[in-house]
C-alpha cells in the first residue's frame, strides 16, 4: 500500500493510539509489551508451572517497523525467514539478560501474545495454541488481513489463506532455560 495514501495514514495514527491507550512500551526494533493481570483460568504451562489469575502477564507486540525490510521479492522467502528468525532471537536473548535485571519485567510470570505468523517455537520454550473459531477470532483474523494489506502488501498473497491466529506463550523459566545462554554469550563477546 502507498505510504502516501489516507488509509495507510489513517492506520499509522491507529496504531499508535493503541499503543498509547493500550500502555505499549517500545523493547528493540522487533518487540514491544504491554502489561496485564491474567485473567483465566489456572492453566498449566508446557514447563510444568502454572498460570494463576492475578499473575502478571507481559504481552508481546511486534513492531511493524521490523517488517520493512522484508523484500517483496518471492525468491527471498527463505532470507526474509531466516533474517527474521535472527532478528526473534537477538530480542528474546536481550529479553532474558533484562529480565532480572529490570523491575517492569520482575514481577511477570509469562510472556504471552495472539499473532497471525504461522506456528514455530515450541523447540524454544514455547507453548502455541490455535485459538478456537469464534467470534474473537474472526475479528481477529479480519483486523490481521487489514494490517497485513496495509503495511506489508508484498506478503498478502502468500499469507491470504494461512492467516489463522494463534496464541503464544513463553514462562519466565522457559525464557531463561532457552535464552539466557545467548545472552550470556553475547554479552562475553561484547566485552572482548
Known amino acids: 500500500m502507498d505510504k502516501s495514501s489516507w488509509f495507510y495514514q489513517v492506520m499509522c495514527w491507529y496504531d499508535g493510539y493503541w499503543r498509547r491507550r493500550n500502555g505499549v512500551e517500545k523493547f528493540d526494533e522487533l518487540l514491544s509489551f504491554s502489561f496485564e493481570q491474567y485473567a483465566g483460568e489456572r492453566r498449566l504451562m508446557n514447563d510444568q508451572s502454572w498460570v494463576e489469575p492475578g499473575d502478571w502477564l507481559a504481552i508481546?507486540?511486534?513492531?511493524?517497523?521490523?517488517?520493512?525490510?522484508?523484500?517483496?521479492?518471492?525468491?527471498?522467502?527463505?532470507r526474509n525467514a531466516l533474517r527474521f528468525r535472527k532478528q526473534l532471537l537477538l530480542s528474546f536473548s536481550h529479553l532474558a539478560k533484562d529480565l532480572t535485571a529490570s523491575e517492569?519485567?520482575?514481577?511477570?510470570?509469562?510472556?504471552?501474545?495472539?499473532?497471525?505468523?504461522?506456528?514455530?517455537g515450541e523447540k524454544l520454550g514455547f507453548l502455541i495454541e490455535r485459538l478456537p473459531?469464534?467470534?474473537?477470532s474472526r475479528l481477529r483474523k479480519i483486523y490481521f488481513s487489514i494490517l497485513i494489506k496495509t503495511f506489508f502488501p508484498h506478503l498478502v498473497a502468500a499469507e491470504k489463506n494461512r492467516i489463522q491466529p494463534h496464541a503464544?506463550?513463553?514462562?519466565?523459566?522457559?525464557?531463561?532455560?532457552?535464552?539466557?545462554?545467548?545472552?550470556?554469550?553475547?554479552?562475553?563477546?561484547?566485552q572482548s
Open 60 to 78: 508481546l507486540h511486534f513492531n511493524r517497523e521490523c517488517f520493512v525490510s522484508i523484500s517483496a521479492n518471492p525468491k527471498d522467502k527463505l
Open 168 to 190: 503464544y506463550w513463553l514462562t519466565r523459566q522457559s525464557l531463561l532455560n532457552n535464552f539466557a545462554a545467548e545472552a550470556q554469550d553475547e554479552y562475553q563477546l561484547q
Open 133 to 136: 473459531d469464534s467470534p474473537l
Open 104 to 120: 517492569k519485567f520482575g514481577r511477570v510470570k509469562a510472556f504471552h501474545g495472539v499473532s497471525w505468523i504461522p506456528p514455530h
